[in-house]
């Protein structure tokens, strides 16, 4: 009875499975890669670290409870006069004086884990800079002072949210293009194919170069023209599927139907598409982060004093004897990395048509 039960069990959970949509069977079979499901998880637990970075790393109190009034310096920034100093310049927390006057008495204040911001210099240090890791710097200093664990925490930050952006506006332009591209074929598709094979030869690092000397560096810069070259190799990907399947039966019966094209192409024909476009995914986001990267290091990416795992790198590069630097750095690199190709591997087993067959049956 046992083991009638048992294959009872399996057999409903076969039909259960089966009975699901193809995104839902997908995200099992992502499930089943534990690899690629733990790279998930641990990526997701970064970002949201990353996300709320001011409440781990900051030079400023979180809160602060000062002569019977409650202060929140992390959201409000306070004058020195306002913890009983003499100016009106912005309170410096670092300041041993300061901190004996919060501290003081019935006074106290509640730190994040990590007394140093994203552009902190800590001006009472004993060591010069570049400094090692110590009690007071846990990974170090860089060359101007800054806590290295701060940088790598914002920095981490603003490569995987530029990371995010440029995937997100390459992903929608390149979908728009091929599917344009492959519904309508015919000399449309000609006309554009080589539009895009003009645009994609034009010299992409020294239109940055030309720009960047041009206008201030920015993220929004950045962002606008590493997308006018990010979108045309998903629109290949996209163009091919369209023109797959935009013969298929269930087209045909749409237009008989009496759907226009967009109601064709969005309805049906773009979610029997997007395999490719969600494979490519992480590689896509992988790709942006290390473009941020290499910018930063070449000196053309984001302003002066931004955090920046490029800039981090390059200052590894001048300072050989400064070891934690680059180590650091580069093993923040090498994880994010790795994340995202675990990620993008579990994806392309998952929707890969052979393996699905293999799990499915």
């Given amino acids: 009875m046992s083991g009638w039960i048992l294959v009872s069990n399996s057999t409903e959970a076969k039909i259960a499975h089966a009975s699901s949509g193809p995104w839902a069977r997908a995200w099992h079979r992502f499930r089943r890669h534990r690899l690629g499901y733990w790279s998930l998880v641990l990526f997701c637990a970064l970002v949201a670290l990353s996300t709320i970075a001011e ?78 890791p110590s009690a007071e710097n846990w990974l170090g200093t860089d060359d101007r002072g800054r806590d290295l664990l701060a940088q790598l925490i914002y920095g981490f930050r603003l490569s995987v949210y530029f990371g995010l952006a440029l995937t997100a506006v390459g992903v929608m332009l390149g979908v728009v293009a091929g599917a344009i591209q492959g519904f309508f074929g015919g000399k449309l598709d000609l006309t554009m194919q080589r539009l895009i094979e003009i645009w994609g030869a034009m010299p992409e690092l020294y239109l940055l170069i030309i720009l960047s000397a041009l206008f201030s560096p920015s993220i929004a810069l950045l962002l606008i023209l590493l997308s006018l070259f990010g979108w045309m190799g998903l629109a290949d990907y996209v163009r091919a599927e369209f023109l797959r399947n935009r013969q298929l039966d269930y087209v045909r019966s749409a237009k008989a139907m009496g759907l226009s094209n967009w109601q064709i192409i969005w309805r049906h024909v773009l979610p029997n598409s997007l395999t490719p476009v969600v494979t490519f995914l992480p590689f896509r986001m992988s790709a942006a982060v290390l473009a941020l990267t290499s910018l930063d290091f070449l000196g053309l990416g984001v302003p002066p004093g931004t955090p920046s795992l490029g800039e981090l790198l390059s200052q590894g590069k001048d300072n050989i004897d400064a070891w934690w630097i680059s180590l650091a750095t580069f093993a923040v690199l090498v994880v994010t990395m790795l994340l995202l190709t675990f990620m993008g591997d579990a994806l392309r087993d998952a929707l890969d048509p052979r393996k699905q067959l293999e799990t499915d049956a």
């Fill in 55 to 132: 409440l781990i790393s900051n030079d400023r109190p979180l809160v602060v409870r000062y002569e019977n009034e409650w202060y929140f310096p992390v959201a409000v920034e306070y004058p020195e006069s306002a913890f009983g100093g003499d100016f009106q310049t912005p309170a410096d927390y670092l300041d041993p004086d300061i901190q004996k006057r919060i501290s003081h008495g019935s006074n106290w204040a509640l730190f994040a884990p990590n007394r140093y911001g994203q552009k902190t210099i800590n001006y009472f240090a004993t060591l010069p800079d570049p400094a090692p």
